[in-house]
């Protein structure tokens, strides 16, 4: 009977806080625009040359949609913060075709791969054809800087890990501080 009672409760209170953060821990979909203007956009943000990157809050899940809507542009990550003279760095992303084994480090892994596994990763995207769409991995922790293969440092942009609630502990006295 008291386990009856408590399967209850525990979903009760499951139910509870699904419907009280329905969005909590969903995956999203992010779209990141590129323009004619030389530019990255998300939502109402928007990048503005060296000193101005695009900044893109993520969590495990999201996938990011870089889209061209005009201009030349295409996606290679950093070794380093656009305005530092930084370097392409290709292991934080595993290409179509590309598995957890040959790339250990990646945080971030493509998706929507076409038949034949061509990556469109690190390539002049074709304008309004497609879109190249990275997926959030639980291995990223830290920020990963990103550039348009054209634009350079003009065009630079940070996708970082957004700070979660952490989960609350059974038994403790202390209450879960939300961010």
């Known amino acids: 009977m008291k ?11 499951t139910f509870g806080l699904v419907a009280a953060f329905p969005d909590a821990g969903r995956a999203t979909d992010l779209l990141i625009e590129a323009t004619a203007d030389n530019t990255w956009k998300f939502g109402k943000l928007e990048s503005g040359g060296v000193t101005k990157p695009l900044m893109v809050p993520v969590k495990t899940g999201d996938v990011l949609q870089f889209k061209v809507l005009g201009g030349s542009h295409g996606v290679q990550t950093l070794d380093g913060k656009g305005s530092a003279s930084p370097k392409a760095d290709h292991k934080y992303v595993r290409k179509c075709g590309e598995t957890a084994a040959t790339k250990p480090d990646a945080v971030l892994a493509e998706t929507g791969c076409p038949p034949g596994n061509a990556s469109f990763y690190d390539k002049v995207l ?11 991995l639980g291995s990223l922790k830290s920020d990963v800087h990103f550039w348009c293969k054209v634009h350079k440092k003009d065009m630079w942009g940070t996708i970082t890990p957004s700070v979660q609630a952490p989960p609350p502990v059974k038994g403790s006295s202390a209450p879960n501080k939300r961010p």
Do not use: D, N, Y
């Open 126 to 136: 074709p304008r309004e054809m497609v879109s190249l769409k990275l997926e959030v």
């Open 3 to 13: 386990t009856s009672h408590a399967a209850a409760l525990v979903a009760m209170g």
